[in-house]
């Protein structure tokens, strides 16, 4: 059965880092991509940053661009997010999600199998 867990959120000040980890397991993550997605209160979900199968190929959503790096080791079955520089607007609930059609990142739509997600939040 197809699962991913997210972890590692948490209350953070502005300026501080995070790291999300997302951990796969029921399909054979080499093959495709993973996306990180947040949903904050009165908004709508928004796709974060995004990865290849290999990891040779990122994308990220510009409001992030510069202060977000994601990462996958396919052999621990991991993708990552490390979050630096974070702000009260990236103050949301995150997921990854996986393009069970595809190994490289083209449609935010296109992504699913969600997790329960975790709460990541910016204030002082």
């Known amino acids: 059965q197809l699962q991913l867990v997210e972890s590692g959120g948490g209350l953070v000040q502005p300026g501080g880092s995070l790291r999300l980890s997302c951990a796969a397991s029921?399909?054979?993550?080499?093959?495709?991509?993973i996306a990180w997605f947040r949903h904050a209160p009165g908004k709508e979900r928004e796709g974060v940053s995004c990865i290849s199968s290999s990891g040779s190929s990122t994308n990220y959503a510009d409001s992030v661009k510069g202060r977000f790096t994601i990462s996958r080791d396919n052999a621990k079955k991991m993708v990552y997010l490390q979050m630096n520089s974070l702000k009260p607007e990236d103050t949301a609930v995150y997921y990854c999600?996986?393009?069970?059609?595809?190994?490289?990142?083209?449609?935010?739509?296109?992504?699913?199998?969600w997790g329960q997600g975790t709460q990541v939040t910016v204030s002082s």
């Open positions: 029921g399909f054979t993550l080499d093959y495709y991509a």
């Open positions: 999600a996986v393009d069970l059609r595809r190994s490289i990142c083209v449609l935010w739509a296109d992504f699913g199998s």
